[in-house]
Every structure is written in structure tokens, then in C-alpha cells.
């Protein structure tokens, strides 16, 4: 069974920090590109970040650059997402997800993802 499990999320103070992992079961991703999307309610979901297999070519949505940073474990079959400096805006159930391609290269298209995490709610108080 593959399983892909976000945790960390919580309620948060303008301006604060996170740290979310995923865990991955049943399925190995180090030789993938894995991603972080984000959806509000009533929204799509939209990319955040993308790291490609070895850490070494790694993809930011503009709304994060320079705040949020992604990193792997492949050891750990795990993925991470630091998130500082957060705003209102970034409040949604943030899921990791695993590209069905050998990652060479992050990708930000929902569409190459295969295995998705069923999501942890950040929520981002003014």
C-alpha cells in the first residue's frame, strides 16, 4: 500500500514558521522528483515547490521564493518543507506528492505527479 503522509501542519501567527515532512511507505522515492502543492478553500491546488531526485535542481512558486525551502531525505524516504515568514495567503491543506518520472528535474505540473499525501491544514492568522 502506498502511503504518503504529511505532518506538521498547524495554527500560526503572521509571520511565523513551519516545518512539514512526508513520509513515504510502500513506495521509494529517491529517484523521483517530489513536490508541495497548497489549496485554500474554494481554490485550486497550486505548486510551492518542486526538488528534483539528489536535491541539486530544486523549483519555487513566486509567492514563496526566499521564504519556504525544500530538502529530502532519501534515506529516510522523506520529504521536507520549511516554511518561514508566513502570510494570511498561504493558509491551506498543503500535500507532497511523487512525480511518476525519474527526476532529473523538479516539476510544478499537478498533472506528473502520481502519488499524492491526503494533506496537513496549515492556517495562517492575521
Known amino acids: 500500500q502506498v502511503l504518503l503522509a504529511e505532518s506538521g501542519g498547524g495554527l500560526v501567527q503572521t509571520g511565523a514558521s513551519l516545518n512539514l515532512s512526508c513520509s513515504a511507505s510502500?513506495?521509494?522515492?529517491?529517484?523521483?522528483?517530489m513536490g508541495w502543492f497548497r489549496q485554500g478553500i474554494g481554490k485550486e491546488r497550486e505548486f510551492v515547490a518542486s526538488i528534483n531526485w539528489n536535491g541539486g535542481t530544486i523549483s519555487y512558486a513566486n509567492a514563496v521564493k526566499g521564504r519556504f525551502t525544500v530538502s529530502r531525505d532519501n534515506a529516510k524516504n522523506t520529504l521536507y518543507l520549511e516554511m518561514n515568514s508566513l502570510k494570511p495567503e498561504g493558509t491551506g491543506a498543503y500535500y507532497c506528492?511523487?512525480?511518476?518520472?525519474?527526476?532529473?528535474?523538479?516539476?510544478?505540473?499537478?498533472?506528473?505527479?502520481?502519488?499524492w499525501g491526503q494533506g496537513t491544514q496549515v492556517t495562517v492568522a492575521s
Open positions: 510502500g513506495v521509494s522515492i529517491s529517484i523521483h522528483t
Open positions: 506528492a511523487r512525480s511518476y518520472r525519474h527526476g532529473l528535474y523538479p516539476t510544478d505540473l499537478l498533472s506528473e505527479y502520481e502519488y
